[in-house]
């Protein structure tokens, strides 16, 4: 099996223990997915090996919440290692090391790594925000280091945004990079759609360029609904442009083209563009070069 496999049957072997074993409390997929030596490293660095231990604590933790629920967020592999970031949610009914029932919701982030051998978890190494289970649940007055990070500016950030589709807009070749460098972290990653899936690097963004500009000299991004909620900006627009370039592998048409493109884009404590999430009606722009058909049925 190749390297690739082997990653994503280890990612699948971790989230069904998870979504199948922890969250139900089914003891039969733990005995299924874990090896019977499982060695667990504590937040503590205390390991405990054998599943006994394992099954008590999700025996307790049920117990305690019986709503608690697990929900993986992102998964990462290499080789026989599995890192997994999850949130956990639940409501406290019952004793919990001692603790009577609260009543009180939590809602928590944890790390897990596990290494797994043969279809099997042979060894675990676990960490969850406990110091925030126990403020949550009341039992210790909040605790802060510093003041934490200023509260976004959401209208810094419409205007950045804005700045950015109006260079794109511009006919001089130096306005778009320019804004990218000053708007853009240099570490800056595009999560695109099947024609650019993922792009890191403000660098690369800013070498696509003269591509999209020789293909389309005239393009126009006009905003048509943008707005902001904590570090994120939501803007949907319509991209309009003469097709006077080879794009897509198809040579100069003449055609007038227009699509739409809807991003969200994350912003950091200091106001700079970090991240992006795009799609772009790729389909649209293939039908109006000529490339694909149009659908049966398709509106428009």
Not at 93 to 100: A, K, T
Not at 219 to 248: L, P, Y
Request: charged residues 20%.
């Amino acid at each position: 099996m190749n390297p690739m496999n082997v990653r994503e049957q280890n990612k699948a072997i971790v989230r069904r223990a998870i979504e199948a074993g922890w969250n139900p409390a089914n003891l039969a997929v733990i005995d299924e997915l874990y090896a019977a030596g499982f060695i667990f490293h504590q937040e503590s660095g205390e390991a405990v090996r054998g599943l006994d231990f394992f099954k008590t604590w999700i025996a307790t933790i049920h117990g305690a919440f019986p709503d608690i629920r697990y929900q993986i967020e992102a998964m990462y592999a290499e080789g026989d290692k599995v890192a997994t970031r999850y949130t956990v949610r639940g409501t406290h009914q019952g004793d919990f090391r001692g603790l009577p029932a609260t009543g009180r919701s939590f809602d928590l982030s944890g790390h897990l790594i596990h290494r797994v051998v043969d279809g099997k978890k042979t060894e675990g190494w676990g960490i969850w925000d406990t110091l925030g289970l126990m403020i949550q649940l009341g039992v210790i007055p909040p605790v802060r280091l510093g003041s934490g990070a200023p509260p976004p500016d959401t209208a810094a950030n419409i205007a950045a945004t804005r700045r950015l589709f109006e260079a794109l807009s511009s006919r001089d070749p130096e306005v778009l990079p320019t804004a990218i460098d000053e708007l853009m972290i240099p570490e800056f990653v595009t999560h695109g759609d099947a024609l650019f899936p993922l792009v890191y690097g403000r660098d690369a963004l800013r070498q696509a360029i003269p591509r999209f500009k020789a293909a389309f000299p005239d393009a126009t991004a006009t905003i048509q609904r943008i707005f902001a909620e904590g570090h994120k900006v939501m803007v949907h627009v319509q991209v309009s442009g003469t097709h006077d370039g080879e794009w897509m592998g198809v040579p100069t048409t003449g055609r007038r083209m227009n699509w739409t493109a809807s991003s969200i884009i994350r912003f950091n404590s200091a106001g700079k563009m970090a991240e992006r999430w795009v799609i772009e009606d790729e389909i649209g722009v293939l039908q109006q070069l000529g490339r694909i058909p149009r659908f049966q049925g398709q509106g428009g």
